[in-house]
């Protein structure tokens, strides 16, 4: 069994409509590089387990918005191939996020 659901791009128009979070896990030199996904926040793979585990309100300071609720809120991660994203996904998973997304 997964611990996590894929979604197409289709699917990703869907899940931002609803209000889901965008995490996008590329390197700062690949957004620049390609452009990011409109309303989307970007924390690189390797940042994103400490990232997480900040406190809510140096979440809300640094991004500008509030951090997921574990219980709650969708969050979709994206990457170049997809698997940095299903990675991100484990990720958020093990630590209690329970609607972990992979585009």
Same mark, same amino acid.
């Given at each position: 069994?997964?611990?996590? #659901? $894929?979604?197409?791009?289709?699917?990703?128009?869907?899940?931002? /409509?609803?209000?889901?979070?965008?995490?996008?896990?590329? %390197? +700062?030199?690949?957004?620049?590089?390609?452009?990011?996904?409109?309303?989307?926040?970007?924390?690189?793979?390797?940042?994103? #387990? $400490?990232?997480?585990?900040l406190p809510a309100n140096v979440f809300? /300071?640094?991004?500008?918005?509030?951090?997921?609720?574990? %219980? +709650?809120?969708?969050?979709?991660f994206s990457c170049a191939r997809g698997?940095?994203?299903?990675?991100?996904?484990?990720?958020?998973?093990?630590?209690?996020?329970?609607?972990?997304?992979?585009?």
């Amino acid at each position: 069994m997964s611990v996590y #659901e $894929n979604v197409d791009y289709d699917g990703l128009l869907v899940k931002m /409509d609803r209000k889901s979070f965008v995490i996008d896990v590329r %390197e +700062n030199h690949e957004l620049a590089a390609t452009g990011s996904i409109p309303n989307s926040i970007n924390i690189p793979l390797g940042e994103l #387990e $400490n990232e997480l585990n900040l406190p809510a309100n140096v979440f809300k /300071d640094k991004y500008k918005l509030s951090k997921p609720e574990k %219980e +709650n809120d969708e969050i979709v991660f994206s990457c170049a191939r997809g698997n940095r994203s299903r990675r991100a996904a484990e990720i958020a998973f093990k630590l209690n996020y329970k609607k972990c997304l992979n585009i």
